[in-house]
Every structure is written in structure tokens, then in C-alpha cells.
């Protein structure tokens, strides 16, 4: 048999098939496609600026959400663009096996400003989460017994990974279960419940500082500091998530300086990237536990990221930025406050620039939804919550402009609300 010749027939049966039939031209922005992974609104996004966001049709919008609380220092800072630009010039990746400049920059500055004595920079705040729980649970093998239970808060939202899903509460994919196992919920603010749950599996408590996705319900002084002496008295972990409240966003580098309490193992995320995809696991003292082949991730430490990581934090770290935060939040509460008043809302609730505004109807998400027909950028953690996360640069005429505009929304929601009223009793 010539093998030559079979494969140039095989060759020619190839180019002879018929070519596939081209379906209709696909609409570029066509949503079919998209998973329906997260509920969007409608509007596609082409710029943005500082506070300000530009869809498609030329519209601009007031961002108090930024990203939720991703976007820290705004919409395309020049500090972000420049370090970005510049370093995919130099280098985008070396690679999670090799160190890049960036890194050891970024994972310095951030142990010298919190006082931390190791860091490892990871992709997401669930990653991060996942990196504390590995910690916790290694050092529950190292140092009590391998205990490995870790006990978290009711509504406490630590990410979507399976791992850090289970540390949350309730599991919001009901359908991924069954959940890890290790994981005890108690009821947030009560330390009777924690003192109860506590046990010789137990090796850490986890914890929010400022429970976001709840609601923006803050933990109280007496709380917070009880958990931590509780920790210190029974020899376990304090970790706490500062994936949300970190980097500024409370007015402090870290929300847990504001409650003068101190953690073992902290997580940062969201605002360390300036809206780029990039967190960090920070251990102290014998919390340090990790070893190498332990965390590793393929982007981890990369070059671009880091580098905004370090434009971030310079920026939250220069003087006079934290005072202009607590300024800027101060201002917002009032104004929120005033607007509570005037339209019979509730609790105004939160620090920094996180906070969120307590409606008395669970009506957020129609607020929302009017919110962004004036133009304005607004999220509901919770049926009967706004959240309020907007840029740590915001201005107070910024801020001004949003509470007209939340006063619009109130208005189209009262207004909606008298019809369906009148309607129910026609
Ligand atoms: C406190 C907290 N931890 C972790 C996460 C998860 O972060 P990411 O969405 O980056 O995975 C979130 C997200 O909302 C959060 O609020």
C-alpha cells in the first residue's frame, strides 16, 4: 500500500467538504450568549470618569456604587492608568514562579502600613477568604490539636468559591450544595452566642467588620472587642474580612484600626486593584504559616496587577487622603440622613465611605431601579437597604448632586406606589 498517496487523499476529502454555512451575521452586543450568571441592568458601559459613567447612547450617570466599592480612588484615575500602561509596557506576567518588581513592592507596603508580617496577593476576595481558611485550618494542625472549625457570623458574605460560600451565610447557590464542612454560624453582635459555639474543634473566628451584603450593618465596639479577647483568652485565630471595609474605604487603611482591635489574619480585595482584579491574604505572628505549594494560583503576584495594587495603595496612603475620606463620609451621612428624615426612611448606618440607608418598605430595588432613570448608580444589598460605596474621591458636590437625585427616585417610587394604591381600591 503507497501511504503517501492515502494521506493525500485524506488530504484532498478534507478540502473537498462543503464549507459550513454562515449564520446570520451575530449582533456584537447580543446578550444570548451571556451567561446568566449575575443580574444586569441594561445598560452597556463605555466610559468613565472619576464619579461619572457613559453608556452607549451618550448618557451619564453618578457611580455611588462603583463596582461595589471596587472602583476606590474612581473611574480611570490617572495614578491606575499610568501604572497600568506602564507596566504592560515593561511587563505584564513574569509568571507566578518568579518575582516581579510590583509584587515585592506592593506585599512591603502593605505589611509596613498595617503592621502584618507576611502577604500574598491572589486574584479575588473569595480567593483571599479561601487562603485565611486554608491558613486557619493548617494552623489548627500546627498548634491546637488539628481543629479546623471556624466559626462566622449569621448573613455574612465571605465570596462565591465553594469554600468561602460555605463560611457564608445564607449559601446563596442553593443548588452547589452540599457545603464544606468546619463551618459554625452564629447570630452577628452577640457574643453570648459566639461564647457559646465556641469548642476544642473551634480554631478561628471569621468575621466582617462592617457586614456589607447584609446590609451595611456595622459590628459594635464592645462586640468587636470582645471577640478579639475572646480569641487571645481561648488561643484560636481571629480572622477578619476586610475584603469590602479595607483600603480606605472606612476612613482608615483598616477598618479594624477604628475599633483599635487587632486580627491575626486579615483579607483584602475589592478596592486594592482600583477596579482590577487583584486581592491579598495578610498573617501575623504565628498565623504565618503558609508554605510553599500551599496558595499557589497562576496569576498570583502578577506584574500589571500588582502594579496597580501599588498606584492604590500610595494613593490611600498619602497625606491628607484617609482625613478627605472621612470628611467626604461624614458629609454623605448627613446628607443621607437629612434625606431620611424628610422622606420617613430608617437607619442611616455605616463609616467612611460605606454606608447604607435603611428603607422602612422592602422597596430597594425599585429605588434602585429609579435611581438609575435619573442617572445615578445605586445598589440594594438587601430588599430594604441602599448602599452607598462611592468613589474615596467623591466631592461634596458630587455627593450634593446624588441626594437630588436619590430625592427624584424617592418621589418616582412614592408617586408609583399612590397609583398601585389607587388602583388596589378602584
Ligand atoms: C466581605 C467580603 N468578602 C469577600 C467577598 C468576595 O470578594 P470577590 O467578589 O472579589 O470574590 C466580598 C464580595 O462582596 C465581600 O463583601
Request: hydrophobic share 40%; aromatic share 4%; proline share 4%.
Amino acid at each position: 500500500m503507497n501511504l503517501f498517496n492515502l494521506r493525500r487523499q485524506a488530504a484532498r476529502a478534507v478540502e473537498a467538504a462543503p464549507a459550513p454555512a454562515l449564520a446570520d451575521p451575530v449582533d456584537p452586543l447580543s446578550r444570548e450568549h451571556l451567561m446568566p450568571a449575575i443580574e444586569r441592568a441594561a445598560q452597556v458601559f463605555v466610559r468613565g470618569q472619576g464619579s461619572w459613567l457613559w453608556d452607549s447612547e451618550g448618557r451619564a450617570y453618578l457611580d455611588f456604587t462603583q463596582g461595589n466599592a471596587v472602583n476606590s480612588l474612581g473611574h480611570s484615575p490617572k495614578a491606575l492608568v499610568q501604572a497600568l500602561s506602564g507596566q504592560a509596557q515593561a511587563l505584564i506576567n513574569s509568571g507566578a514562579g518568579f518575582h516581579n518588581r510590583g509584587q515585592l513592592k506592593l506585599v512591603n507596603l502593605l505589611c509596613q502600613s498595617t503592621d502584618s508580617d507576611q502577604a500574598y496577593l491572589l486574584n479575588s476576595g473569595a480567593e483571599a477568604c479561601e487562603g485565611a481558611i486554608k491558613l486557619a485550618r493548617k494552623w489548627g494542625q500546627l498548634h491546637r490539636n488539628g481543629a479546623y472549625h471556624i466559626i462566622t457570623a449569621s448573613q455574612g458574605t465571605h465570596g462565591r468559591s465553594l469554600g468561602a460560600l460555605s463560611a457564608s451565610d445564607p449559601l446563596p447557590c442553593n443548588r452547589c450544595e452540599p457545603g464544606l464542612p468546619g463551618f459554625s454560624k452564629v447570630p452577628f453582635n452577640d457574643l453570648p452566642a459566639l461564647h457559646a459555639a465556641v469548642d476544642s474543634r473551634t480554631v478561628a473566628i471569621m468575621l466582617e467588620p462592617i457586614q456589607g451584603e447584609a446590609g451595611v450593618i456595622p459590628a459594635t465596639q464592645h462586640y468587636l472587642k470582645g471577640v478579639e479577647r475572646l480569641c487571645r483568652e481561648l488561643g484560636i485565630l481571629l480572622i477578619l474580612d476586610e475584603v469590602q471595609t479595607g483600603v480606605g474605604r472606612c476612613g482608615a487603611l483598616l477598618a479594624e484600626e477604628t475599633y483599635g482591635v487587632r486580627a491575626d489574619i486579615l483579607t483584602l480585595g475589592k478596592g486594592l486593584g482600583g477596579g482590577v482584579p487583584i486581592a491579598a491574604l495578610l498573617a501575623r505572628g504565628t498565623a504565618c504559616c503558609a508554605e510553599a505549594g500551599e496558595l499557589e494560583g497562576s496569576h498570583h503576584g502578577n506584574a500589571l496587577m500588582s502594579a496597580a495594587g501599588l498606584a492604590v495603595l500610595e494613593t490611600v496612603l498619602d497625606s491628607g487622603f484617609l482625613s478627605q475620606v472621612q470628611d467626604a463620609g461624614r458629609h454623605l451621612r448627613d446628607g443621607l440622613s437629612r434625606l431620611a428624615g424628610r422622606y420617613g426612611q430608617g437607619e442611616v448606618r455605616g463609616q467612611g465611605l460605606l454606608w447604607g440607608l435603611e428603607l422602612n418598605e422592602p422597596l430597594a430595588a425599585e429605588v434602585v431601579k429609579a435611581a438609575l432613570q435619573e442617572g445615578l448608580l445605586l445598589n440594594a444589598p438587601q430588599p430594604n437597604v441602599l448602599r452607598f460605596s462611592p468613589a474615596l474621591t467623591v466631592s461634596h458636590g458630587n455627593i450634593d448632586e446624588m441626594l437630588l437625585r436619590l430625592a427624584r427616585a424617592f418621589s418616582r417610587v412614592h408617586t408609583a406606589q399612590l397609583s398601585r394604591r389607587r388602583e388596589a381600591n378602584a
